[in-house]
């Protein structure tokens, strides 16, 4: 087979599908496999037709030791060759899977996809083109129908996703063909070893049930999922458009580090568009690519008590308090100390904090202030973040009590726990701001030294 017949099908289908727009700047994701080889040739055949600008991106995931490092090594060297700058960044994707509780192929697709997107805003590019085919396409649809995954995961993988700028030129060509395309090219490419075991659910699907669905049942089987991707994907473009008119009503907070959706409107929604705007949410809060089990995890804590949480990428969270559903970040919450003088305002990272002296207690329904016997006070007064063994004596109780159990109590999520202040005087707890002072530093009938507390958590 000649280049020629896949070439004009790869400009006719970037040009139905208005991938790529004349003198664009086209950042190709290069791994060094089959696929991505393929893509890079013929994107340096569209460069002169197209007059466009071309770089190369790689990221190295650590994941197959020495093998990872020469992937790395042979997509510069090709890079170099085609005379197109190339861009690398790396990771222990391993440890970050770990620490932020995830698989592994979603670890490394959320590293990749956000060095490429930084990388494409820092060089001033307007695209990222990568290398999926027909047959990722057809995999990914069996995988998503497997898992459950709803209206969205039968769109299987997007053409062209606007909201990434990622573009996917070889979605229109099965593996046989760029594989033909590569050797009669004579196109250099290396061969990833786990593509070729069976322990990974894709590959399973890839070396063994696929095969067996094409011999058996539907030789076109992968142009027939193809289709239906494509219908999916219009039907996923008319619930966008509703899910635009629901985002109006539901969401009620919106900040830098957390967003809040309305609980009640939420669960009056179907409950296919209740997916939609989870996943529509956290995609956006966390720019990441989201797991169909995320969302179920995320559709479970709608409906569980408040205080239930379950983690997203990045470092986020996805909590329910009591009548709203909160984005936050774990990062809010970091473990902090202060020293403290009465009758001073301060202004920390995530809160404000203020004591003075008054006349005598005013009654107040605002948990944020509250009125203290100052007589009781000590001399060492702070404010730091909750610590392993922390007790107090709730206001109205009489034994002590394990902060950590007062916080299951009172709904708060577990993560959460780190980013409420609590004012100690002398190591005993004076106040859990926000929600309980200690009984005993109360206002009574002997009290003569009126200390106000004021808190006020930034949003």
Request: aromatic share 10%; with cysteine; hydrophobic share 35%.
């Given at each position: 087979?000649?280049?020629?017949?896949?070439?004009?099908?790869?400009?006719?289908?970037?040009?139905?599908?208005?991938?790529?727009?004349?003198?664009?700047?086209?950042?190709?994701?290069?791994?060094?496999?089959?696929?991505?080889?393929?893509?890079?040739?013929?994107?340096?055949?569209?460069?002169?037709?197209?007059?466009?600008?071309?770089?190369?991106?790689?990221?190295?995931?650590?994941?197959?030791?020495?093998?990872?490092?020469?992937?790395?090594?042979?997509?510069?060297?090709?890079?170099?060759?085609?005379?197109?700058?190339?861009?690398?960044?790396?990771?222990?994707?391993?440890?970050?899977?770990?620490?932020?509780?995830?698989?592994?192929?979603?670890?490394?697709?959320?590293?990749?996809?956000?060095?490429?997107?930084?990388?494409?805003?820092?060089?001033?590019?307007?695209?990222?083109?990568?290398?999926?085919?027909?047959?990722?396409?057809?995999?990914?649809?069996?995988?998503?129908?497997?898992?459950?995954?709803?209206?969205?995961?039968?769109?299987?993988?997007?053409?062209?996703?606007?909201?990434?700028?990622?573009?996917?030129?070889?979605?229109?060509?099965?593996?046989?063909t760029i594989r033909e395309y590569v050797e009669s090219n004579q196109i250099k490419f290396r061969e990833?070893?786990?593509?070729?075991?069976?322990?990974?659910?894709?590959?399973?699907?890839?070396?063994?049930?696929?095969?067996?669905?094409?011999?058996?049942?539907?030789?076109?089987?992968?142009?027939?999922?193809?289709?239906?991707?494509?219908?999916?994907?219009?039907?996923?473009?008319?619930?966008?458009?509703?899910?635009?008119?629901?985002?109006?009503?539901?969401?009620?907070?919106?900040?830098?580090?957390?967003?809040?959706?309305?609980?009640?409107?939420?669960?009056?929604?179907?409950?296919?568009?209740?997916?939609?705007?989870?996943?529509?949410?956290?995609?956006?809060?966390?720019?990441?690519?989201?797991?169909?089990?995320?969302?179920?995890?995320?559709?479970?804590?709608?409906?569980?008590?408040?205080?239930?949480y379950c983690s997203l990428p990045m470092g986020k969270v996805f909590y329910r308090d009591r009548k709203r559903l909160i984005?936050?970040?774990?990062?809010?919450?970091?473990?902090?100390?202060?020293?403290?003088?009465?009758?001073?305002?301060?202004?920390?990272?995530?809160?404000?904090?203020?004591?003075?002296?008054?006349?005598?207690?005013?009654?107040?329904?605002?948990?944020?202030?509250?009125?203290?016997?100052?007589?009781?006070?000590?001399?060492?007064?702070?404010?730091?973040?909750?610590?392993?063994?922390?007790?107090?004596?709730?206001?109205?109780?009489?034994?002590?009590?394990?902060?950590?159990?007062?916080?299951?109590?009172?709904?708060?999520?577990?993560?959460?726990?780190?980013?409420?202040?609590?004012?100690?005087?002398?190591?005993?707890?004076?106040?859990?701001?926000?929600?309980?002072?200690?009984?005993?530093?109360?206002?009574?009938?002997?009290?003569?030294?009126?200390?106000?507390?004021?808190?006020?958590?930034?949003?």
């Amino acid at each position: 087979m000649t280049e020629q017949p896949l070439f004009h099908s790869f400009q006719e289908y970037i040009h139905n599908n208005h991938l790529i727009e004349r003198g664009e700047k086209i950042l190709v994701s290069v791994s060094g496999g089959i696929d991505s080889m393929a893509l890079l040739d013929l994107s340096a055949k569209l460069k002169t037709r197209l007059k466009i600008e071309i770089a190369v991106t790689h990221f190295n995931h650590q994941l197959r030791g020495k093998e990872s490092d020469e992937d790395e090594a042979f997509v510069r060297s090709a890079s170099k060759e085609y005379g197109f700058d190339c861009y690398v960044e790396n990771a222990d994707t391993n440890r970050i899977a770990e620490n932020e509780k995830l698989s592994i192929q979603e670890a490394a697709r959320n590293l990749r996809y956000a060095f490429f997107t930084k990388l494409r805003r820092s060089i001033g590019f307007q695209k990222i083109a990568t290398a999926h085919n027909a047959d990722d396409n057809a995999e990914t649809i069996i995988l998503n129908i497997l898992r459950g995954s709803g209206i969205h995961g039968l769109t299987g993988i997007p053409a062209f996703k606007k909201d990434t700028l990622i573009i996917r030129p070889l979605l229109f060509a099965q593996r046989e063909t760029i594989r033909e395309y590569v050797e009669s090219n004579q196109i250099k490419f290396r061969e990833d070893s786990s593509n070729l075991k069976s322990d990974y659910t894709r590959n399973f699907l890839r070396n063994e049930l696929l095969p067996l669905i094409r011999d058996n049942i539907n030789p076109n089987f992968t142009k027939a999922l193809g289709r239906t991707s494509e219908i999916f994907n219009q039907l996923e473009e008319y619930i966008q458009k509703e899910i635009e008119t629901v985002l109006k009503q539901i969401i009620i907070l919106r900040t830098d580090n957390e967003m809040g959706i309305d609980l009640v409107v939420f669960q009056n929604q179907p409950a296919f568009i209740q997916e939609h705007l989870l996943l529509f949410l956290a995609k956006e809060f966390t720019s990441s690519e989201i797991e169909f089990n995320t969302i179920k995890n995320m559709l479970s804590i709608s409906q569980a008590e408040t205080g239930s949480y379950c983690s997203l990428p990045m470092g986020k969270v996805f909590y329910r308090d009591r009548k709203r559903l909160i984005f936050t970040h774990t990062s809010h919450f970091a473990p902090f100390s202060y020293s403290i003088k009465l009758d001073t305002k301060y202004n920390f990272g995530t809160f404000i904090f203020e004591s003075s002296t008054a006349a005598s207690q005013e009654i107040t329904n605002d948990p944020n202030i509250e009125y203290i016997d100052g007589a009781k006070l000590g001399d060492d007064i702070i404010i730091r973040s909750w610590e392993e063994g922390d007790r107090f004596i709730p206001l109205g109780m009489k034994e002590e009590k394990k902060l950590s159990d007062f916080f299951i109590d009172q709904k708060i999520p577990l993560f959460k726990k780190h980013s409420i202040p609590i004012l100690l005087s002398d190591d005993k707890i004076v106040w859990v701001c926000g929600i309980r002072i200690d009984d005993r530093f109360k206002i009574t009938d002997q009290t003569k030294h009126y200390i106000r507390l004021y808190y006020s958590p930034k949003p």
